[in-house]
């Protein structure tokens, strides 16, 4: 879906009045009220001035609308004379258009930010601009692919159930007690077991082969699972609504944000951090190096890694704060906290691309779908 979301400060209105009458000009550019934040070089001024020429910016996201308006209307106090033109789509749908869109050679959007880590840093090899930027020092060293490609959330992967439904003493702990659960309780389990459809969903993709690298039988967790007849989806959103309502018992590698959220309100919703590990995924953001908007495009992204921005990320969208200098229980640092086991952030860097090439992908979704007779 796309969206032109603009909000206009009441106070730069107000201010731009009165400034207007002051030296008799019936028109100033919004540059005027746009300064450059503390601690960025002062030749910064031109990117803001030259954004604010260009005067929109177009985003493909994964993030949903709704959780990202609080940053758009924010960006917008700093940065009132940018329109911003949010297209919300899932990861195959920005995949496949960006690349048709870099192809024809006509427009397309300006800054890509894309939970599926893998197919973002596909992109951003062939496509992103090297931008180094002012925020980037305050990154963890696992979240800076080049300068191409940044990291800007920190969520960790979880399991979750029906409090319900699944006994207290029955509720696993990590990987190993899931799929042991499952393998000896397969008539209570029948078709109550879910997650994503790794040929569907490209976050789903990522999540398995990241799991294939760290735990020790991946391949057997998955063959427990798929003796159930292992349910399969293509919408974080739709397993745990379906988990809440006793349809699914169990989710299996769901992003623990959407499932925290949704429990705050929903008491049958219960999530295990696993004491083994805890893969924690980032959504990555490029800038395009085609984009007709390049200046707005980098004000969002050093915007998007401020800690202004990681502080809307973590208390408005809580999605999780990359940076550990943000305080609260959605900082990196409170996340690390609490989880019980290894905390193993995916990294942005070559290696996600290895079963991105057709062969292998093609490959480990047959494994993947003989272990779980899908």
């Known amino acids: 879906m796309t969206y032109s979301i603009t909000y206009k400060s009441s106070f730069y209105q107000k201010s731009f009045s009165q400034l207007a009458l002051l030296i008799g000009l019936s028109i100033l550019p919004f540059a005027v009220f746009s300064a450059v934040p503390d601690g960025y070089p002062a030749d910064y001024q031109k990117i803001i001035d030259d954004a604010n020429e260009e005067g929109k910016v177009v985003i493909y996201a994964t993030t949903d609308t709704k959780t990202v308006q609080p940053l758009i209307k924010d ?107 499952i393998a000896n309780n397969q008539e209570t389990f029948k078709n109550k077991v879910t997650t994503y459809d790794i040929e569907k969903s490209a976050v789903g993709f990522m999540l398995a082969v990241q799991d294939n690298i760290h735990h020790p039988d991946y391949f057997g967790l998955m063959k427990d699972l798929g003796s159930a007849n292992l349910v399969v989806q293509s919408s974080v959103g739709t397993m745990l609504e379906r988990i809440s309502s006793g349809e699914m018992l169990i989710g299996y590698n769901l992003l623990g944000p959407y499932a925290e959220i949704k429990a705050k309100t929903d008491p049958a919703l219960g999530i295990v951090y696993s004491d083994e590990y805890t893969l924690i995924v980032s959504r990555v953001a490029f800038i395009s190096e085609a984009g007709e908007h390049p200046n707005a495009a980098k004000l969002w992204l050093d915007y998007l890694l401020s800690a202004r921005g990681q502080a809307l990320i973590a208390d408005s969208a809580q999605l999780g704060a990359i940076r550990d200098d943000i305080p609260g229980p959605n900082g990196s640092k409170a996340i690390t906290e609490r989880i019980p086991g290894q905390v193993k952030p995916i990294p942005i860097d070559d290696s996600l691309l290895a079963f991105l090439e057709q062969t292998k992908r093609l490959n480990f979704i047959n494994q993947w779908r003989d272990a779980t007779n899908k």
């Open 75 to 181: 960006f917008n106090t700093l940065y009132p004379g940018i329109q911003v033109e949010y297209n919300d789509m899932n990861s195959t749908e920005i995949y496949n258009r960006f690349i048709s869109e870099q192809a024809a050679g006509g427009a397309s959007g300006d800054l890509v930010w894309n939970s599926s880590m893998d197919s973002g840093i596909k992109l951003a090899t062939d496509f992103a601009m090297t931008y180094e930027s002012p925020e980037v020092k305050h990154l963890p060293n696992w979240a800076n692919y080049d300068n191409k490609a940044f990291g800007t959330t920190f969520e960790p992967v979880v399991i979750v159930y029906n409090k319900t439904l699944v006994p207290k003493d029955d509720v696993p702990r990590n990987l190993a007690e899931l799929g042991k659960l």
